[in-house]
Structure formats: structure tokens, C-alpha cells
């Protein structure tokens, strides 16, 4: 197998490891609730973003050896049209799926914090905890407690 053919499979095999993780990604989103399986969802996420470093890794440097020092666009414009017509598809679908991984990986953060913010007030209902106030004038003491969530 040429370098070349070699860095094809690897952009593919890269463009796959970045789908299974946004498929992972949706999958915690519908999941969002259900702790367990979020866990079991980031394990197979954190799996499968060894395997990805591995291949991102591998991919930089078979570029740098195909690229011989040059930038991608110049390496790009380098190439035989067979040859562009072959990787230009590839790094387009590697582009565009990071950057959903990206959005998606975002929302999903926002979700979880949401999510253990709920969680975190409900613990505090049950326990009868209260956070301390923000602001209060000195010596005076804090406000009654209340039921209602202001954060919401």
C-alpha cells in the first residue's frame, strides 16, 4: 500500500470514527435522563476518542510526509485532478463533521448542566438545604425560604 492509499483509509477511517461519535452524541441527548446509560455512552465515547487520536495522529503524519513541508491549501492545489477529486471529498465530510461533533458535544454540555442543576435543586428540597444568599446587608439575616426555583 502507497503512502498515498494509506492516507486515503485513514481519512475515511477518521470520517467514520467522528460519525460514530456523533451518533454516540445523539444518543446521550436522548438519553439525557437516564444516568446509567449516559455513563455507558460516555465510555463508549471515550473508546472510540482513543481510537480517534490514534488515527488523527497517524493521518498528520502521513501528510506531512505526502505534503513534504506545505500547507493543506498548497498541498491541494499541488495535486493531479484524480488525486484532489479524491481527498478534497474526504477533508470536506472531515470538516463538516467536526463541526457537528462540535454543535453537538455543546448542546450536549448545556443539557447535562441543566440536567444535575435540576437534579442539584431537588436534593435541596429534600435535604431542606438552602444556599446562602448572594447579596444581604450586614447583619441582616437571610430571606425566607421559598419553594420557588428563581433560576428558571
Known amino acids: 500500500m502507497t503512502v498515498w492509499d494509506e492516507f486515503v483509509v485513514v481519512l475515511s477511517a477518521e470520517n467514520a470514527l467522528l460519525e460514530e461519535l456523533i451518533h454516540l452524541g445523539t444518543a446521550k441527548q436522548r438519553e439525557i435522563n437516564n444516568a446509567p446509560e449516559v455513563a455507558r455512552i460516555a465510555e463508549q465515547e471515550q473508546e472510540a476518542l482513543v481510537r480517534l487520536a490514534e488515527t488523527d495522529q497517524r493521518r498528520a503524519e502521513l501528510f506531512d510526509v505526502l505534503a513534504m513541508g506545505k500547507g493543506l491549501e498548497q498541498w491541494l492545489l ?14 470536506l465530510k472531515l470538516a463538516q463533521n467536526l463541526g457537528e461533533l462540535q454543535a453537538l458535544n455543546d448542546l450536549n454540555q448545556q443539557l447535562l448542566a441543566q ?16 444556599a446562602a444568599p448572594t447579596y444581604s446587608k450586614p447583619g441582616g439575616t437571610a430571606p425566607g425560604r421559598s419553594i420557588f426555583d428563581r433560576k428558571v
Open 78 to 91: 499541488g495535486l493531479d485532478g484524480e488525486q484532489r477529486a479524491v481527498v478534497e471529498p474526504l477533508l
Open 115 to 130: 440536567a444535575l442543576s435540576y437534579v442539584q435543586y431537588s436534593l435541596n428540597l429534600i435535604t431542606g438545604e438552602e
